[in-house]
């Protein structure tokens, strides 16, 4: 079962269980923003979500900026959302890359996006300039009712850093390896870090 509100013509539906929901608008949008850096991310398109069942379907389109700062390419993240009889999602994602264009023909090649994705656009899509600010971004997850992930977590979930070549338990075990004469240790021992 689940409540479903209005807010600025997207349904934000608020499942009964205590999980994140991964299946909502504010952690697609992170899905987005794990894929599209958000300094190049210009704005977005984001369609109100389609449901069939248990089968929700969110498109949203981004505009980003290119190495060219007077043209645009176009992406399209579409997103099924299959959930179970307690309302926990399974998310299937699709990022497509579309067309570049001049800054001012964007609004073209979305409508031609949306043309092409079949999207019967009964209610328009909500347009978000983000103009590759994070807060502006954060402040549409917030609004949306979602947290905003730290721009440490957003960092990592684009490229996760490598560990380094040794660790405390290395060094433990050179340690001990060194020193034989000290007794091991009966309990668990805590590393540091």
């Not at 209005?6 to 894929?35: F, M, Y």
């Not at 994602?93 to 079949?118: K, M, N, S, T, Y």
């Not at 402040?139 to 440490?152: F, H, M, N």
Request: net charge negative; glycine share 6%; aromatic share 4%.
């Amino acid at each position: 079962m689940y409540l479903a509100t209005a807010e600025s013509s997207l349904i934000v539906t608020k499942w009964v269980n205590t999980e994140p929901d991964e299946g909502a608008l504010p952690a697609l949008l992170q899905r987005v923003e794990a894929q599209l850096p958000i300094d190049t991310l210009d704005s977005l398109w984001i369609f109100p979500t389609r449901r069939a069942g248990s089968v929700e379907s969110t498109v949203v389109v981004a505009s980003c900026v290119s190495t060219d700062p007077d043209r645009r390419t176009v992406f399209t993240a579409h997103f099924t959302t299959l959930r179970d009889k307690k309302g926990r999602p399974t998310v299937q994602e699709r990022f497509q890359e579309h067309a570049a264009a001049p800054a001012e023909a964007i609004a073209r090649v979305v409508d031609g996006v949306v043309r092409r994705l079949g999207e019967d656009a009964i209610r328009p899509p909500r347009m978000e300039s983000v103009a590759g600010d994070p807060a502006r971004f954060d402040a549409l997850i917030v609004e949306l009712g979602g947290t905003p992930l730290s721009r440490t977590q957003a960092e990592e979930a684009e490229s996760p850093q490598d560990a380094p070549a040794t660790d405390a338990a290395d060094d433990a075990v050179e340690a001990s390896a060194s020193s034989p004469a000290e007794p091991a240790s009966a309990g668990p021992q805590q590393l540091p870090g």
